[in-house]
C-alpha cells in the first residue's frame, strides 16, 4: 500500500540543516533554505565556485571533508545532495537512527522527505508533490504561477502574463530578444541582433524545440522576481542551464530535477571559469540539440560578456535569443533610495566598470573625463580599486565633498547601503566590511530624495 505524503511548512529560522554534498544539487537547494533563515552546515570536501562564494560572505558553515555521524548533532534536517548511492544510504541512516527527516537527491524512495516543485509571489509560497514524478509537479507548479501572477497582480485578473499566453510583454521590453544564426548578426535597426521575438522562441510541446539554440537570459539585479516574464519562461523550457554566480539563487531551485546546470561562476579575483571555455560549453551542448539557457546576473550585456558569447555561438552557427534583463546600474541605486537622474539635480549618468584599476594600461575609461562630468557615475565591480578610482577622481578635479554610496546585494535580503562622501568612502566600505557585489554612486542625486 502506498501511502500520501503529509505536506507540511518548515519553519527553518535559525535551526540547523546539513547539505551533504556541495556540487550542482547543492547550489540549487541551499538558496532556499538560506531563504527559509536556516543555519546551514555543508559538509563536502570540495564547492562549486557559487557555494563558495557563500561561503566566503558567511552564508553558511563549511566543513571540508567527507559525512561524519556527528555531523547531524542539533540538526533538524538533512538533504544529501551526492550521487554516490552508497554514500547517500550511510548519512540516511544515521538521521534515520536521529528521527532526523532525509531528503536524498539519488534516490525518492529511500528519502524519508521530498521537495517539492515551488513557486513564490511576494508572500505566496506554492509547494507542488507530483506523487514520485517531477515533470508532473513542474506542470502543475507552472499553472500556479502564472494562475497567481493574473490574481494577485494590481487590479488582478485584467490581463494574462506573457508566459501564459506566448505574448512578449505589452511594454516590449521584457520581451525584446536578440537572434543570430549561421549566417551572423542581423537586426532590424542594424544593432546587434535585435529583432524583437521573432525566430526561436516556440514554446516547448506545441510547435517542438528547434535544436541546438541558446538564450542568454538576464536574470536581474538578485531578487529573483525581478527576472522578466520572457526569462522566466525561457528558463523553464531550458535542457541545460549555464550560471553565474550573480544569478538569484532561488531560481535555480525551480529548475527541473532533469536539467544540466553549469556552475560558471565567476568569484572576483578568485577561481574563475575561462570564458572560453564557458563558450564552449554552450556551443557543444546545443550542438547536441540542447536548449541552453545561460543565465547572466544584471544584463547580459553590461560587463556580463554576452556579446562574446553570441558570437561564439554565431560563428559556430548557433542560434540565440537575448533577452534583456534588470541591470544594477539603475536598480541598485534605485532599491537604496537613489535615482540616477532628477530633475534639477542630474540631466545625465555614467556607468563604468572599475575592475581594472585608474593606472592600469588595461583600463579603458577615461578616468579625467569622468572627473568632469556633471551627473550621476554608477561604478559596478569596483569595489577593490575604489581607494585608487575616488583618488583619481578627486585628482582631475572632482569635489572630495562629492555625495557617495555603496549598495551591496542590492535587492536581496541582504542588502547593504553605506552613504559617504567621496572623499571618504574608500576607507568607509573598508571599515563596514563591504564586499562584491556592490555597486557604487556618486554625485548629488545620492541625496536627492532625502526628506
Known amino acids: 500500500m502506498t501511502s500520501n505524503p503529509y505536506p507540511l511548512g518548515l519553519r527553518l529560522a535559525g535551526r540547523r ?10 547550489t540549487r537547494r541551499v538558496p532556499a533554505l538560506l531563504d527559509a533563515g536556516a543555519d546551514v552546515l555543508l559538509v563536502a570536501p570540495e564547492l562549486t565556485p557559487a557555494l563558495r562564494a557563500r561561503v566566503d560572505a558567511g552564508r553558511l558553515h563549511w566543513v571540508p571533508r567527507r559525512f561524519l555521524p556527528e555531523d547531524l548533532d542539533g540538526a533538524w534536517l538533512v538533504q544529501v545532495a551526492v550521487d554516490d548511492p552508497m554514500a547517500a544510504a550511510s548519512v540516511s541512516a544515521v538521521a534515520a537512527e536521529r528521527r532526523i527527516f532525509c531528503v536524498r537527491a539519488d534516490d525518492r524512495t529511500a528519502a524519508t522527505a521530498w521537495t517539492p516543485a515551488v513557486t513564490r509571489h511576494g508572500p505566496v ?4 508533490l507530483g506523487g514520485g514524478d517531477p515533470r508532473r509537479a ?14 494577485l497582480a494590481p487590479g ?11 505574448a512578449t510583454g505589452a511594454a516590449g521590453a521584457a520581451g525584446a530578444a536578440g537572434a543570430a544564426g549561421a549566417g551572423g548578426v542581423t537586426g532590424a535597426s542594424g544593432s546587434a541582433g535585435v529583432t524583437g521575438s521573432a525566430g526561436v522562441t516556440g514554446s516547448a510541446g506545441v510547435t517542438g524545440r528547434p535544436a541546438g539554440r541558446v538564450a542568454l537570459v538576464g536574470a536581474g539585479p538578485g531578487d529573483p522576481e525581478l527576472i522578466t516574464v520572457k526569462g522566466w519562461r525561457l528558463l523553464t523550457e531550458a535542457d541545460v542551464v549555464v550560471a553565474d554566480r550573480l544569478v538569484p539563487g532561488l531560481l535555480l531551485d525551480e529548475l527541473r530535477p532533469d536539467v544540466e546546470l553549469v556552475d560558471a561562476s565567476k568569484i572576483p579575483y578568485g577561481p574563475s571559469r575561462a570564458q572560453e571555455e564557458i563558450n564552449q560549453i554552450l556551443v557543444d551542448r546545443a550542438l547536441a540539440g540542447a536548449f541552453v539557457v545561460r543565465l547572466k546576473g544584471g544584463d547580459p550585456y553590461v560587463f556580463g560578456r554576452g556579446g562574446e558569447e553570441l558570437l ?8 540565440v535569443t537575448v533577452v534583456p534583463g534588470v541591470t544594477s546600474s539603475i536598480a541598485a541605486p534605485s532599491a537604496a533610495g537613489i535615482p540616477v537622474t532628477h530633475r534639477g539635480v542630474a540631466h545625465e549618468f555614467t556607468v563604468v566598470s572599475g575592475h581594472v584599476a585608474p593606472d592600469s594600461p588595461a583600463s579603458l ?4 573625463a569622468m572627473a568632469g562630468l556633471r551627473g550621476t557615475l554608477v561604478i559596478l565591480m569596483g569595489l577593490k580599486n575604489l581607494a585608487a578610482i575616488t ?7 572632482r569635489s572630495p565633498q562629492t555625495p557617495a554610496a555603496v549598495v551591496q546585494e542590492a535587492t536581496t535580503g541582504a542588502q547593504r547601503v553605506l552613504r559617504s562622501t567621496l572623499g571618504a568612502v574608500a576607507a568607509d566600505a573598508l571599515a563596514a566590511d563591504l564586499r562584491p557585489p556592490a555597486v557604487v554612486v556618486l554625485g548629488d542625486v545620492v541625496g536627492a530624495l532625502d526628506g
Open 17 to 26: 540543516v546539513v547539505v551533504v554534498g556541495g556540487g550542482a544539487v547543492a
Open 125 to 128: 509560497t506554492v509547494a507542488v
Open 138 to 151: 513542474m506542470t502543475v507548479r507552472d499553472a500556479i504561477r502564472d494562475l497567481l501572477a493574473v490574481r
Open 156 to 166: 488582478g485578473g485584467q490581463s494574462r502574463p506573457a508566459a501564459a499566453t506566448g
Open 312 to 319: 561564439a555561438c554565431a560563428q559556430a552557427g548557433v542560434s
Open 365 to 368: 575609461v577615461r578616468w579625467e
Open 391 to 397: 583618488a583619481t577622481l578627486i585628482a582631475h578635479g
